[in-house]
């Protein structure tokens, strides 16, 4: 028996029947929490702690200055338009797009973006040859340090090791003092201390094994004197690690005085490996040793490091006129 229809029912379009739109909850990750993830990422994976710090810095950066929370609406006009509100030199955007990149390949490798649309981002920069140390710049201000001065005897020695044995300063400074062998004449250096996690060993001569003996010495007592343990071969007046920050470092700061004072140009740690860099290759004509000995993966890195002088260039061109 069918219902009857009363004067009640009412015949009506339901297209035009009003209704409540309800929000649809958006279930996108936010580049917060992405930036979580592949933080506790790369700490797995035995990161320094340097790099962590430049992700995160980097990454919140792109956060506040581009006010976008969700990684599905990071665009790369939105990576262009981020890029060109900083107010630095071409460079320093090179350095911040290169870390933004990484964390987006990241991003790509998590499944978040289906595509690698930042790619195709660049920012040109005209790279200044940068020169090394030579051996008249580092003679010149060995000679005029006091050795009976534990910071100058310090510093000699971090100066003998970036400039005859090419090491970083962050190599340095984690550095301690079973990492040096006296009977062969090596300093052995595992992966923990380098940057490309593979263990490196490296030959000294007799000056670099006996300023170091002496510095291995006042470490002893320094550490005694302020009731500090660590094995660090190279310590603070306190007895402390000279790293006392992640872009600190109280040797760099060091070194960056003798600059001023004496008026050396090329005494800093990178000018300090480049020269290293250099000699070698001066001296075997082999990029590959030159590279195995800086540590580098990749030899187009080492390549930097080698930049001809352009006036050599110059005359070498000459013979071919």
């Known amino acids: 028996m069918s219902k009857r229809k009363g004067i009640f029912d009412v015949k009506i379009d339901n297209s035009f029947v009003p209704s409540i739109k309800r929000e649809k909850k958006r279930e996108s990750i936010t580049i917060e929490q992405a930036l979580n993830t592949v933080l506790r990422q790369l700490e797995v994976e035995g990161c320094r702690e340097r790099t962590l710090h430049d ?41 911040r797009l290169k870390c933004f990149k990484a964390f987006l390949a990241r991003c790509y490798d998590n499944g978040w973006f289906q595509t690698k649309f930042w790619k195709n981002i660049k920012i040109r920069v005209d790279e200044p040859i940068k020169e090394g140390a030579t051996d008249e710049d580092v003679n010149m201000l060995l000679s005029v340090l006091d050795y009976s001065n534990f910071l100058d005897l310090r510093n000699a020695c971090a100066i003998l090791l970036m400039y005859r044995c090419g090491l970083r300063i962050g190599t340095i400074a984690r550095m301690k003092e079973s990492n040096i062998d006296f009977q062969k004449m090596q300093l052995k250096l595992d992966g923990q201390l380098m940057k490309n996690h593979k ?73 300090l490996r480049r020269g290293f860099a250099k000699n070698l290759y001066d001296k075997s004509n082999n990029i590959l040793l030159v590279s195995k000995a800086l540590g580098h993966a990749d030899l187009s890195v080492t390549t930097k490091y080698l930049h001809a002088d352009l006036q050599g260039i110059a005359d070498e061109l000459k013979d071919y006129l």
Do not use: C
């Open 199 to 271: 263990g490196l060993i490296l030959p000294i001569d007799e000056q670099m094994a006996y300023l170091i003996s002496v510095l291995i010495k006042q470490n002893e007592m320094i550490r005694n004197e302020y009731k500090e343990d660590n094995e660090l071969l190279f310590i603070t007046i306190k007895g402390t690690a000279t790293n006392n920050s992640i872009t600190s470092n109280s040797i760099q700061r060091q070194l960056r005085k003798y600059t001023l004072k004496y008026g050396i140009k090329n005494i800093n740690p990178h000018a």
């Open 55 to 95: 992700y995160n810095t980097i990454v919140n950066y792109f956060i506040n200055q581009s006010k976008v929370i969700y990684l599905e609406d990071v665009n790369d006009n939105l990576i262009r338009d981020w890029l060109m509100s900083m107010n630095v030199k071409n460079s320093t955007r090179l350095t």
